[in-house]
Every structure is written in C-alpha cells, then in structure tokens.
C-alpha cells in the first residue's frame, strides 16, 4: 500500500501536488505536512500534521511509525528570500534532505523525490537550450545548496540504492497557490495585477528571457517521473524539464491579447542579477527519452487559463 508524506504541502507546488496525488491514489494515502499548524483550506479534505522539516527526530518518528513509503521533499528556502539568510537557507534546504535520504539509505523509505531547479545553472551555463549535462557554477545560496544536493542525491543512489528522484524545475505559474520568494514570482503576480488594476511593475527587465512552466505541467511531470519503473531513470542527479520560455515583455504582450490595454512598466531589483546568471531556455532531450516527458502548456494557452482562474 501506498502512504505518501508530502513535506512542504503548502508552498506553491506542495498544495495543487497533493491534491493530484489524493485524486489518483485516495485521499488518506497522501499525508500533507507542513511547518505551519493550521492546515490549508483546500488540503482539509485529507490528513495532515505539523512538522519541521529541521526537527530530525520528529521526522524519523513519524515516518517510521506511520510506516511512510514515499516523501516528496519540498520544504526549502527559495532563491530571493534565500539571499537574504544564507546561514539558515544552507541548513534548511541541506539537512532536511540528509534526514529523507538516510531514511531510505536505512530502507524505512522505498522512494524519495527531491526538487532541484534551474538555479543550479551559473552565468559561465551555456544559456540557450542549457543542456542536461554542462557547466555549472551557481552565484546564489539557494543554486549552490542545489547543486550539492544534487551531488548527494546521485551518491545516495550510486552506493547505497536509494530510489532517489529528482526535477530541475524552472519558474512556476499557478493560479491555486502563491509563489514563496523566488525570483520568478513575477510571472504569477503580473496575472493578479493584470485582473485587479490593468497595470504591473515587474523586477525585472523587459528582455530578461526564463524558462517557465505552468503548475499542471510540473505537477504531471513530476508524478510521471515517481511512477515511472526504477530501469527508466537513468539520471539520479537531477532532471531537466523544460515548459517554455519568455521575457517579460512577452509575457506583457500574451495578456494584452485578452486585455489590451494592460500596462507594464519595469523597476529592477536585485533579483534581476539572479535571473542574469540563470538559462534562457532547458534542453530536456534526457527526459523525453528516458521518460516519455512532454510539456502541454505554451504561453498563449497558460495565459489563457490564468486570466480565467486568477480572481479580479
């Protein structure tokens, strides 16, 4: 039997993952979890607990005596909220995913999924089509603790067999849950503003080109890559997984064809050096092949959904 722990449940991807999750395999499988004690409205329909991800004995305990046989890992401290507390982002994105990793190391977990992200890519990344296997010298807390959990996750599996998987998500857009400090939070604000006063200020430059992806993409991806049999994953590090890719202005330019007299105008900050050092666009050749994966959203079709779905 199937009795998946979902540690971040109510950040941006943890909240629409469970609620997949439940759809697909019952909703007293699939236990959210979080730091916060109130439970998210729309995750009341399930089981949930209190927990800190950085309270190891808690969190051995409960999966041990709940006899837990998947985690997804998505407690962390993202890229701009990062750059602002180096010292606890290190710890919390590091140690909680050593506490996952030796549970399944100890076989108290049969799999494990770890999120990576196109931060782990530096300014010396090739930046067009950034391929699954190239240089990569990360200029932020949050890609360097990537990028060693990256290095621990396919160690973990090389010498001890753990079923560790992992994505390397781009920015995310979503309608169901607010993004948690990352530098691509843009792409999701800009549809609010654009529902409740036709005008948004963005951060970054107008040509400042991202790989993005919309939510049910990412969450469909990232359950294919958990489903998929042991022999297909080849790759123990990290997946690149690509959706599309645009600038600000772009973005601008797909809402003013259902809205054409939204504004955008443009004061950066200091997130625009972190985009700066990140890819234009993601090969994902590797995944496609050892997968099957394919992304369904183009911009024109997540912008049309977002309009319809964020609340004016």
Not at 29 to 36: P, Q, R
Not at 86 to 102: Q, S, V, Y
Not at 133 to 140: D, L, N, Q, R
Not at 237 to 260: H, M, R, V, W
Request: proline fraction near 5%; charged fraction near 25%; hydrophobic fraction near 35%.
């Amino acid at each position: 039997m199937k009795k998946v722990l979902v540690i971040g449940s109510n950040g941006q991807i943890g909240t629409e993952l469970v609620l997949k999750l439940r759809e697909m395999f019952g909703t007293e499988n699939i236990i959210a979890s979080d730091i916060k004690q109130d439970c998210p409205e729309l995750l009341k329909n399930g089981p949930y607990v209190q927990l800190d991800i950085m309270d190891r004995p808690a969190v051995r305990e409960y999966i041990i005596d709940n006899q837990v046989t998947e985690v997804y890992l998505l407690a962390a401290l993202l890229s701009a909220t990062a750059e602002k507390n180096p010292d606890f982002a290190w710890k919390l994105n590091m140690e909680g995913l050593f506490t996952i990793l030796d549970l399944a190391k100890e076989k108290h977990l049969k799999k494990v999924f770890w999120p990576s992200s196109i931060a782990v890519f530096g300014p010396t990344t090739p930046k067009q089509n950034t391929p699954q296997y190239t240089v990569m010298e990360p200029s932020t807390v949050y890609g360097i603790s990537k990028q060693a959990g990256e290095r621990w996750c396919e160690y973990y599996a090389q010498n001890f067999d753990v079923d560790v998987r992992s994505i390397r998500y781009p920015g995310l857009i979503s309608y169901k849950s607010l993004p948690g400090g990352g530098t691509t939070d843009y792409a999701v604000d800009i549809f609010y503003k654009a529902k409740q006063n036709n005008k948004f200020t963005s951060f970054l430059s107008e040509n400042t080109r991202l790989p993005m992806m919309f939510m049910d993409d990412a969450i469909r991806g990232t359950i294919e890559l958990m489903e998929t049999s042991k022999e297909n994953v080849k790759i123990r590090s990290s997946y690149n997984l690509s959706g599309c890719d645009f600038t600000p202005k772009e973005l601008a330019e797909s809402i003013q064809k259902f809205q054409p007299d939204f504004k955008i105008d443009y004061e950066f900050d200091f997130r625009q050096k972190i985009a700066d050092s990140w890819p234009d666009s993601i090969c994902d050749e590797h995944a496609l092949n050892d997968w099957g994966w394919k992304a369904e959203f183009d911009l024109y079709k997540m912008t049309k959904v977002m309009l319809e779905n964020v609340p004016a």
